[in-house]
C-alpha cells in the first residue's frame, strides 16, 4: 500500500517556525518529483514547493521563497518542509506529493497524496 504520511505542523506564533515531514512508504519514491501543496479554508489548494528527485533542483511559490525550504533523505524516504518567519496567511493544511511527471507546480500532474498536516500561525 503506498503512502505518504506527513508530520509536523502545529500552531506557532508569526516569525516563528516549523518543519514538516513526510514519510514514503508502499513502493520507492526515489526518482519521483516531491512536492509540498496547501489548503487554506474556503480556498483552492495551491503549490509551495518542489524538489526533484535527485534533489539538484527546487522549486517555490513566490510566497515562501526566501522562507521556507525544501529538502528530501532518499535513504530515510522522507521529505522536509523548513519553515521560517511564518506569517498568519501561511496558516493551512499541508500536503505532501509524489509526481513522475515534469511538471512541479501543477497539482494535477502529482499521483500520491498524503492525508495532510494543519499549520496554524497566529499573529
Known amino acids: 500500500q503506498v503512502q505518504l504520511v506527513e508530520s509536523g505542523g502545529g500552531l506557532v506564533q508569526a516569525g516563528g517556525s516549523l518543519r514538516l515531514s513526510c514519510v514514503a512508504s508502499?513502493?520507492?519514491?526515489?526518482?519521483?518529483?516531491m512536492g509540498w501543496f496547501r489548503q487554506a479554508p474556503g480556498k483552492e489548494r495551491e503549490f509551495v514547493a518542489a524538489?526533484?528527485?535527485?534533489?539538484?533542483?527546487?522549486y517555490y511559490a513566490d510566497a515562501v521563497k526566501g522562507r521556507f525550504t525544501i529538502s528530501r533523505d532518499v535513504a530515510k524516504s522522507t521529505l522536509y518542509l523548513q519553515m521560517n518567519n511564518l506569517k498568519p496567511e501561511d496558516t493551512a493544511v499541508y500536503y505532501c506529493?509524489?509526481?513522475?511527471?515534469?511538471?512541479?507546480?501543477?497539482?494535477?500532474?502529482?499521483?500520491?497524496w498524503g492525508q495532510g498536516t494543519q499549520v496554524t500561525v497566529s499573529s
Open positions: 506529493a509524489a509526481s513522475t511527471k515534469l511538471a512541479p507546480r501543477d497539482l494535477e500532474a502529482y499521483d500520491y
Open positions: 508502499g513502493r520507492s519514491f526515489n526518482r519521483d518529483r
Open positions: 524538489i526533484s528527485w535527485g534533489g539538484i533542483n527546487t
